[in-house]
């Protein structure tokens, strides 16, 4: 169904899901879970922690860590991801599937991104995992870059499509496939021709600015992130596919809080907190693409339906509604900067209803 826009100052829409989240643990999960459950429904939550939650028990303990930081007058379901490691157990990876724990398996090259060091140095070590997930239809999802040290970080992604890629679907012709985080022409044309168990997620600051964002004047650390932004007409390929109505790209922010002192750093880490503004994020964009009636497709209906999910039933509305996002968010003695930090948003999330 088309993004109600009858009224040019009130967008109604199916509650979104964010399919693609980090919510840390401890202190930072308690400082970012609602700023994510305040407009998903649902959100895919990232296993990247340290150690990785690579089993049955850790993820379920670490759901019940997440569950009890929202705040109970929010609907919010977290579903679990596996990490996947060279010596995964696809006996216990098909146990979580079953129980309901595990919604899929997260693919990390090894040292691809934080926390991937545990992550897979050989995709063929994972096969008969990947046989168990092909058979009984559990999403892969994938951090798609190759690791080589010789390879140059803005090719990283179309390379990791002709050389891992395009034999893992051939390998495995039925797996469901996410692409995540997408940020090249190339990947949003290899999902767009793909058969229809390979989709991708798309955040919403690869929509909003390329490479050169980065380095304006100097060093920008809060714009950096993995996989790296682009050229222009990177961004603008991700733009169309977006905003295209394809059921294959749908809603998934990488919202990935660090510090600030952790982003401004001699060594920064990478990603980029935009939990609290994502949607209206991403408003922005189908709005400037003249696309307005396109964003429930990609927020709230593309996702579900590829991973054989429900759709919400509830209602949430976007106000046309000057907000002016906050510097800085505080988890404890520190701080974490938002995406979008001390700018105005011309949309704000109404109610849910
Ligand atoms: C993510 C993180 O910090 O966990 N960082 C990022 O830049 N996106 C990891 C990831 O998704 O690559
Ligand atoms: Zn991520």
Redesign the pocket.
Known sequence: MATSVGNNDILKMRRPDDW?V?LRDGAMLEAVTNHTARSFARAIV?P?LTPPIATVAAAEAYRSRIVKAVDPSLNFTPLMTCYLTDDINAKEVEQGHAEGVFTACKLYPAN?????AHGVTDIKNIYAVLEAMQRIGMPLLV?GEVTDRETDIFDREALFIERILEKLVADFPALKIVF??ITTEEAAAFVQSASENIAATITPHHLEYNRNAIFAGGIRPHY????VAKREKHRLALRKAATSGTPKFFLGT?T?P?TVDAKESACG????FNAPTALESYAKTFEEEGALGMLEAFASENGPRFYGLPLNEEQIALKRQTQTVPEFIEVGEAKIKPFHAGEELAWTLARNN
């Open positions: 693609h980090h990232m990247n691809a991104t934080t926390n991937s951090h995540e985080h950096y992130c993995l996989p990488d990935a660090h880490c990478a990603g980029v």
